[in-house]
């Protein structure tokens, strides 16, 4: 029987770290739910069907961590350091947070004068300054030892990006209506 409590980047076969080659997860990811398909143990009966869809349901979690930058960070430094980045977030930077206002301010301003191509550049440039920090936080991963202060600001940063990048979305969206 599998090891449960094995960690999401051992489930797919991989080292911890934050690089992680997201073709290479992906037909892993196809390969272990082929294998761990509910159908395929519909033979073993009503208790193997359930953990076969238990396995299911844990490999969907663990790519989706994996798969996403801020919460593969999150998670990292959860199993390395033990470290749960996921409820700190106090940045005690008043250029990022002046620069938090002033993009809210902008999406705002885009969203009420309902101008697709001034939101569609304005993801552009918010998907730059996202790839930017994610690069800034692989540095940051890469150094040893860690400097956990500045993983976790660099993570904050990303996270924000990331929800700036869904509110871009979700004004996209009530544009097009």
Same mark, same amino acid.
């Given at each position: ?5 094995? /960690? ?8 911890? /770290? $934050?690089?992680? &080659? ?33 396995? #299911? #349901?844990?490999? /969907? ?24 980045? #996921?409820?700190?977030? *106090?940045?005690? &930077? ?46 940051? $991963?890469?150094? /040893?030892?860690?400097?956990? &202060? ?9 996270? $924000?990006?990331?929800? *700036? ?11 097009? &209506?």
């Amino acid at each position: 029987m599998a090891n449960t409590q094995q /960690n999401y980047f051992e489930l797919f076969g991989l080292e911890p /770290n $934050f690089f992680v &080659d997201q073709k290479d997860l992906s037909s892993k990811l196809k390969r272990l739910l082929q294998s761990a398909h509910p159908d395929r143990h519909a033979q073993g009966g009503s208790q193997q069907q359930m953990l076969a869809m238990q396995k #299911t #349901t844990r490999l /969907n979690d663990a790519f989706a961590v994996l798969k996403n930058p801020v919460k593969r960070a999150q998670y990292l430094l959860q199993v390395e350091k033990d470290l749960d980045t #996921t409820k700190d977030h *106090t940045v005690n &930077d008043p250029e990022f947070l002046m620069q938090q206002l002033e993009l809210r301010e902008e999406l705002d301003t885009i969203s009420r004068q309902k101008d697709a191509s001034e939101l569609m550049g304005f993801a552009e440039k918010i998907e730059q300054m996202s790839e930017q920090q994610e690069a800034e936080l692989g540095d940051l $991963f890469q150094q /040893n030892p860690w400097d956990l &202060d500045a993983l976790k600001v660099s993570i904050y940063k990303l996270q $924000f990006l990331h929800k *700036t990048l869904h509110d871009i979305e979700l004004a996209e969206d009530k544009i097009l &209506d």
